[in-house]
């Protein structure tokens, strides 16, 4: 009982103390970011408060080890900005809600009153500064950019006046976008052009494979397939399609489907190495299949009610499609009748 009780009472404590170490686990607090000054106390009592519509002082902190400061005044088209000057600061947290801050080895009393508002004490005078996230979104990049490169040619006392116009930044910004979506089309481009150069060589592979599987044919399997070949083309089955192709009526998807048994029955392979060789349309195929069967042109362009020119057509582009070079339509009509032959 006694070693319960003492588990529980040790329980206890780490979740008071997991507790208090999570309060104690506050966010830090960091000056990064744009401040805007507005409202300034003197010793005598008077106060001076900087509205939106005036020139606004500025404090750009880069983490808690830099501070910059300008004047910033607003136009219809554009800002302008007068740097002030640039000084090295150091903010350290002394615990209990008091901090230590320093510009350029100087303390300065600094009280935060929350996350956005800060009051620094200078040479007897309170400068109220407030947190402009907007600002730093806005121009904190090109601001920056003034102080770098004023401080690289050595010149942050007595710097000029420097004018950001937003239509030269939306110019630019249109350049940027205009140049990434140019960079997006070329990939673009690249891959098609790859895609295309692995296709064309996956199909000159299929292309010397059904060469090289007709010269290796032995003469008795070419004499066999010639065999059948004639006996088909003799056949009454053949006689019938013949006479329903000559009608010049359109055929029904079953018929189709008749038609390419009766091509697979003479030559098995013919269909599937056709359909590998190009992504073919349905036109595209059933004229092959017709082809295929020695159906003649003016009645494969009746069948499928076409002129016989667009049958032409057809065949011709398929043989630019498949060798990627010009060719006839009595080409086509010849590597098709070479294909499981």
């Given at each position: 009982m006694k070693k319960r009780q003492s588990l529980l009472a040790i329980l206890a404590i780490s979740l008071l103390l997991g507790c208090?170490?999570?309060?104690?686990?506050?966010?830090?607090?960091?000056?990064?970011?744009?401040?805007?000054?507005?409202?300034?106390?003197?010793?005598?009592?008077?106060?001076?408060?900087?509205?939106?519509?005036?020139?606004?002082?500025?404090?750009?902190?880069?983490?808690?080890?830099?501070?910059?400061?300008?004047?910033?005044?607003?136009?219809?088209?554009?800002?302008?900005?007068?740097?002030?000057?640039?000084?090295?600061?150091?903010?350290?947290?002394?615990?209990?809600?008091?901090?230590?801050?320093?510009?350029?080895?100087?303390?300065?009393?600094?009280?935060?009153?929350?996350?956005?508002?800060i009051i620094i004490q200078q040479n007897g005078i309170l400068y109220t500064?407030?947190?402009?996230?907007?600002?730093?979104?806005?121009?904190?990049?090109?601001?920056?950019?003034?102080?770098?490169?004023?401080?690289?040619?050595?010149?942050?006392?007595?710097?000029n006046h420097?004018?950001?116009?937003?239509?030269?930044?939306?110019?630019?910004?249109?350049?940027?976008?205009?140049?990434?979506?140019?960079?997006?089309?070329?990939?673009?481009?690249?891959?098609?052009?790859?895609?295309?150069?692995?296709?064309?060589?996956?199909?000159?592979?299929?292309?010397?494979?059904i060469k090289e599987e007709h010269e290796r044919r032995p003469q008795p399997v070419r004499k066999a397939i010639k065999t059948v070949e004639q006996a088909y083309f003799a056949s009454d089955e053949y006689q019938l399609l013949q006479r329903r192709l000559s009608n010049g009526q359109r055929m029904r998807e079953e018929e189709w489907k008749d038609v390419e048994e009766q091509v697979h029955k003479v030559y098995p392979g013919f269909c599937s190495q056709l359909r590998n060789l190009y992504a073919m349309s349905e036109l595209e195929y059933q004229v092959c299949l017709l082809i295929k069967l020695r159906i003649v042109p003016s009645n494969i362009a009746s069948v499928l009610s076409r002129d016989v020119s667009t049958i032409s057509t057809v065949r011709s582009r398929l043989y630019k499609k498949v060798f990627g070079q010009k060719g006839g339509a009595r080409e086509w009509d010849d590597f098709v009748l070479s294909i499981g032959a």
């Open positions: 208090s170490m999570g309060t104690n686990r506050r966010k830090a607090f960091s000056l990064q970011g744009a401040w805007s000054l507005s409202q300034v106390e003197y010793p005598i009592g008077q106060t001076d408060t900087f509205p939106d519509a005036g020139p606004t002082y500025l404090r750009i902190y880069e983490g808690d080890s830099v501070m910059m400061q300008c004047q910033l005044t607003k136009t219809a088209s554009a800002i302008v900005i007068k740097p002030q000057g640039r000084c090295n600061v150091t903010l350290i947290d002394k615990g209990g809600g008091e901090r230590l801050y320093l510009e350029d080895d100087d303390p300065c009393p600094l009280t935060v009153k929350d996350d956005s508002t500064w407030h947190r402009t996230n907007g600002i730093d979104k806005e121009w904190g990049k090109e601001i920056r950019g003034i102080f770098s490169n004023a401080a690289a040619e050595g010149d942050m006392v007595g710097m420097y004018v950001l116009s937003e239509k030269e930044r939306e110019q630019a910004s249109f350049i940027h976008w205009m140049f990434f979506a140019f960079a997006i089309l070329a990939l673009v481009f690249l891959q098609v052009i790859l895609a295309n150069q692995r296709a064309r060589r996956r199909l000159q592979l299929q292309l010397s494979q």
